[in-house]
């Protein structure tokens, strides 16, 4: 049990353009999911905090506005690249618990490249 | 929640146990120890946790000493596939429904 599921595995996109990526808990209701991302040989990065209703809690140093973050059922939290850059192609990575004392399940990730 | 310290890389005979260890000098009573993995390009994947009790499931075992100041993930009886970055992270269950921060984990490399 416990599967988060994420989409698209991988996605190039040009310059400029806006790509949108799915994590979704399949077998579970997740009222918070957390946002990864990851470049390449460094670890995790924790980007944001979604919570399902409400506005997403950024980390220091992420752009609210240029990682826009919805969460608008219990299963499905979206995390929407804005006017992607080169810069940020990366790994991102969604996940979620079933509780607050429950371990982290993530989804498999998303390879983003921007040309 | 408290930081953890690992080893950067460690390598294991395939077969043999891999003995991943891990610091968190400055966990509190209610913190929680957890290990996850990652393989290349894939997901981190969730092993083991634990309070102050050893435990044991079926992918490896947590040995957690009685200061709770390191703890150890045993890998009974590795294999190729076990090659992946080991993560140790230290979690309140308080903490807002899981939220976790890495560090930079140890890579484990089995060797034939």
């Known amino acids: 049990g416990a599967v988060v599921s994420q989409h698209p595995s991988w996605v190039i996109c040009k310059s400029g353009t806006s790509v949108k990526i799915e994590c979704r808990s399949l077998?579970?209701?997740?009222?918070?999911m957390f946002w990864y991302r990851q470049f390449p040989k460094q670890s995790l990065m924790l980007m944001a905090t979604?919570?399902?209703?409400?506005?997403?809690?950024?980390e220091q140093g992420v752009e609210k506005d240029k990682f826009l973050i919805n969460h608008a059922s219990l299963t499905l939290s979206t995390l929407t690249v804005t006017s992607a850059h080169p810069e940020d192609s990366s790994f991102y990575i969604c996940?979620?618990?079933?509780?607050?004392?429950?371990?982290?399940?993530f989804g498999n990730g998303t390879r983003l490249t921007v040309t | 929640d408290a930081k953890t310290t690992q080893p950067t890389s460690m390598d294991c005979a395939e077969g043999r146990a891999a003995n991943l260890p891990c610091n968190h000098s400055?966990?509190?009573?209610?913190?929680?120890v957890y290990w996850y993995r990652q393989i290349h390009s894939q997901g981190p994947q969730y092993i083991i946790h634990?309070?102050?009790n050893n435990e044991t499931n079926e992918m490896a075992s947590l040995i957690i000493t009685e200061d709770r100041k390191s703890s150890t993930l045993i890998l009974p009886h590795a294999t190729l596939r076990d090659t992946a970055v080991y993560y140790c992270?230290?979690?309140?269950?308080?903490?807002?429904?899981?939220?976790?921060?890495f560090g930079d984990g140890t890579t484990l490399t089995v060797k034939p």
């Open positions: 996940s979620a618990s079933t509780g607050s004392n429950s371990p982290l399940h």
């Open positions: 077998d579970f209701q997740a009222t918070t």
């Open positions: 979604s919570n399902e209703g409400s506005k997403a809690t950024y």
């Open positions: 400055t966990i509190s009573g209610n913190e929680y």
């Open positions: 634990g309070l102050k």
């Open positions: 992270i230290v979690r309140s269950p308080n903490t807002n429904a899981g939220k976790s921060t």
